[in-house]
Each structure stands twice: as C-alpha cells, then as structure tokens.
C-alpha cells in the first residue's frame, strides 16, 4: 500500500472550516484515500474514502488533486467534539487491509 | 460501537500468564481484524478473518493467536511469548459480501501487564 505523510497537528477557531491536508504521491491507480478519525481512547471511526472525484457526505468532504498525489479533507464548520486525530489513509478497494500512521491531531478551539 | 462488543474493557495480568480478548459482533460482517496500538501511535495489525475457519497473520502477529469457529467472534490470545503486551487493543468488522470500504470499530480493551 502507498504511505501517506499528514503534519503532526493541526488548530482551528470553533464554526471555521478545518481544511486537513494529506500526501500520497506514490498512490496506485486503483488505490483508494480514506478517512478515519479517533477520539481519545474510542475506536476509529469511518468519514469518508473516494477514488478519483470529489466526495461529500454529512461528515465531510474529500477533495483529491488532479494527479491524486494528495487530497484534503475539510470539516465545513468544526465544532469542539471534532477534536480528534484524523487518519489518512490509502489502499486497495473493499475488504482491503488498512494500515494506519499517526495521523494528524485537530485541535478545535473555542 | 454499533454492533462490536470487546470485553473488558480494563484488563489487568501478571507477566507470564497467557490473557484472551473478547470480540463479538452481531452485525452479519464476514471480515474481523484485530489491531494494536501503542501511547502515540497509530494502529498495527495483529491478525485478519474474512472468512469462519480462516485467518491470516497481519503486520505484527508474533506472540498473539486467533480462532475464528464462529462468524459473530474473533478472540485473541496474547501469549506469553509477546514482550511487550501492554497496548490498547481494537477489534474491527468490514461487510464482506459487497463492496463494503468502511471498517466498523469496536470500543478497545486496554490491556496492561505488569
């Protein structure tokens, strides 16, 4: 699976937009990005995976670049219970294994 | 949680002594994972099941062992032979049967041996 580099952490104002960034540049053209994010001592929790377009659902939004080389997840308005480490993660379609890095930790301030 | 039971979720044992850790899940889910995680880290996997009867050693499975008699559980044992044991475990589930992405987490169990 290709490796992914996220910056260690990450701060935004309550009701922003938190606009977290992710690098894959040696992703696999039929590798997916996903999303997990983990609240202190719970199991992740699934957000959002795409392929090649844009993806929005009620959580979040995942938009990836052109060349799928990275891709941002964005949270429209963070609240404090979004305060959490956010996985980027990439692999092969379903059922694949999911190998999951540090992350990155939000922090969402009042 | 949504279906995923771990048991307990504090779990305390002598060093030497082999401890099991309980998976249930009543979601139907042909796949189960086992993952550890360490203060800081991120997640690393121990073993995997997509199927009863079958499984598969992960990233990091020296000193762990699994069974997958049925499909609702997937116990895994820490052995002895496991130098450093104390982590916090997490069990996971993914729908086999379509073309599911979403891995459905269980609560952890925390385990310290001392």
């Known amino acids: 699976d290709a490796k992914t580099t996220q910056p260690t952490s990450m701060d935004c104002a309550e009701g922003r937009a938190a606009n977290l960034p992710c690098n894959h540049s040696t992703i696999s053209g039929n590798e997916y990005v996903y999303w997990y994010r983990q609240i202190h001592s719970q199991g992740p929790q699934y957000i959002i995976h795409g392929l090649k377009n844009n993806e929005t659902n009620e959580m979040a939004s995942l938009i990836i670049t052109e060349d799928r080389k990275s891709s941002t997840l964005i949270l429209p308005h963070a609240t404090l219970r979004d305060t959490a480490v956010y996985y980027c993660i990439v692999s092969g379609g379903a059922n694949s294994k999911l190998t999951f890095g540090k992350g990155i930790t939000l922090s969402v301030r009042p | 949680d949504g279906g995923i039971t771990q048991s307990p979720k504090y779990l305390f044992r002598k060093e030497g002594q082999n401890v099991t850790l309980s998976c249930e899940q009543n979601?139907?889910?042909?796949?189960m994972y086992w993952y550890r995680q360490d203060p800081g880290q991120g997640l690393r996997l121990i073993y995997y099941?997509?199927?009863?009867?079958?499984?598969q050693k992960g990233d990091i499975a020296e000193g762990y062992s699994v069974s997958r008699e049925k499909k609702e559980s997937f116990p895994l044992t820490v052995t002895s032979a496991q130098k450093n044991p104390t982590a916090f475990y997490l069990c996971a589930t993914v729908d086999g049967q379509g073309s599911s992405y979403e891995q459905y987490f269980g609560p952890g169990t925390r385990l310290t041996v001392t």
């Open positions: 099941s997509q199927i009863v009867n079958d499984f």
């Open positions: 979601l139907n889910h042909d796949a």
